[in-house]
């Protein structure tokens, strides 16, 4: 059984910033590419950002400059630095994590936790 627990999520006002984290947890073997999503009301889930193992990130255009992915592979974590927020970021927000465990390699997903951005 895998976990990922999200925390950080809140109220801010624009132009402020937050952290979220996301803790992997269970019967874990590898962890390959971790990343996060967001989905606003009414629309799709989308890519925020995205780290693999090695260190590669990708991020969607709307955030490159003022959100940074890391991770700590020690500890199964993933973080989402969040600058200069804007009322747009409003979403909830997921943690996704590509996870090999005994039976095989598949996707996992966090409970989400909502940002709010007020103007």
């Known amino acids: 059984q895998v976990q990922l627990v999200e925390s950080g999520g809140g109220l801010v006002q624009a132009g402020g910033s937050l952290i979220l984290s996301c803790a992997a947890s269970g019967s874990i073997i590898s962890i390959n590419r971790m990343g996060w999503y967001r989905q606003a009301p009414g629309q799709q889930r989308e890519l925020v950002a995205s780290?693999?193992?090695?260190?590669?990130?990708t991020y969607a255009n709307s955030v490159k400059g003022r959100f940074t992915i890391s991770r700590d592979n020690a500890k199964n974590m993933v973080s989402l630095q969040m600058n200069s927020l804007k009322p747009e970021d409003t979403a909830v927000y997921y943690c996704?994590?590509?996870?090999?465990?005994?039976?095989?390699?598949?996707?996992?997903w966090g409970q989400g936790t909502q940002v709010t951005v007020s103007s």
């Open positions: 780290i693999t193992s090695g260190g590669t990130t």
């Open positions: 996704n994590a590509d996870i090999t465990v005994l039976r095989g390699r598949y996707g996992y």
